[in-house]
């Protein structure tokens, strides 16, 4: 069964630090890999994902992942975080089931906290 | 933009009463999720519609049923709700072959005393 690893449940980082959340899984099939971002009193919304090709993918407000096959792994990274990153980001694979891949698995979250 | 709004931000209810949780997404969407958010345990699928009056069980179905009429409209109901079901759901809703993005809701926010 597919699953997600979030080694970092909880992260401080003071404003202008650089960013790197953690994100391994397992999984056998074509991979496709999301991060999703949930902002304090906001709907979960997607971050960026990887389909195919460059492994590096880049997403919204200067949030990037990089998709490193040998390692199953799926970090997410910024090089300078302010304090609006605030949030819980939460990594997530598709699982295979009866029906194909309609579903996802998510990890459990990452709580990002940024000091001004 | 894809809009998925679930009727109510915060409920409170009480031990044994039959809670609905609303979900209507505006896209056309065939497909829409129930989660449960739980510090330090993520998202959990409660249960899955593929299609109108279709549904399959998630990994926690247990003290849940759904309902889903319309296209639109996903509902989740409690049939007596219970303390441990004390809670953040989610709503979400996906296209087939949108690439397995999913859409979410805000929120419902469920406080059982």
């Known amino acids: 069964a597919q699953s997600v690893s979030q080694h970092n449940h909880h992260v401080i980082l003071s404003e202008a630090a650089s960013l790197e959340l953690g994100c391994n899984y397992s999984?056998?099939?074509?991979?496709?890999l999301f991060w999703y971002v949930q902002y304090p009193g906001q709907h979960l919304q997607l971050l960026l994902k990887?389909?195919?090709?460059?492994?590096l993918v880049k997403g919204i407000k200067g949030f990037e992942a990089e998709f490193i096959k040998s390692k199953f792994s799926f970090n997410l990274r910024k090089p300078s975080v302010q304090w609006s990153d605030t949030a819980e980001y939460f990594c997530?694979?598709?699982?295979?089931?009866?029906?194909?891949?309609?579903?996802?698995?998510f990890g459990t979250g990452t709580k990002l906290q940024v000091i001004p | 933009d894809v809009k998925v709004t679930q009727s109510s931000r915060y409920l409170v209810k009480r031990t044994g009463e039959k809670v609905f949780l609303e979900c209507v997404q505006d896209?056309?969407?065939?497909?829409m999720f129930w989660y449960r958010q739980d510090p330090g345990l993520g998202l959990r699928l409660i249960y899955f519609?593929?299609?109108?009056?279709?549904?399959e069980k998630g990994d926690i179905p247990e003290g849940y049923s759904v309902s889903r009429e319309k296209k639109e409209r996903f509902s989740l109901i409690l049939e007596s709700a219970s303390t441990n079901q004390t809670s953040m759901y989610l709503c979400?809703?996906?296209?087939?072959?949108?690439?397995?993005?999913?859409?979410f809701g805000a929120g419902t926010r469920l406080s059982v005393l």
């Open positions: 979400a809703s996906r296209l087939p072959g949108g690439g397995n993005i999913q859409y």
């Open positions: 999984y056998g099939g074509t991979v496709n």
């Open positions: 990887y389909f195919s090709g460059d492994p």
């Open positions: 997530a694979v598709p699982r295979a089931d009866s029906g194909g891949y309609q579903k996802v698995t």
């Open positions: 896209m056309d969407h065939e497909n």
């Open positions: 519609s593929y299609d109108v009056k279709m549904k």
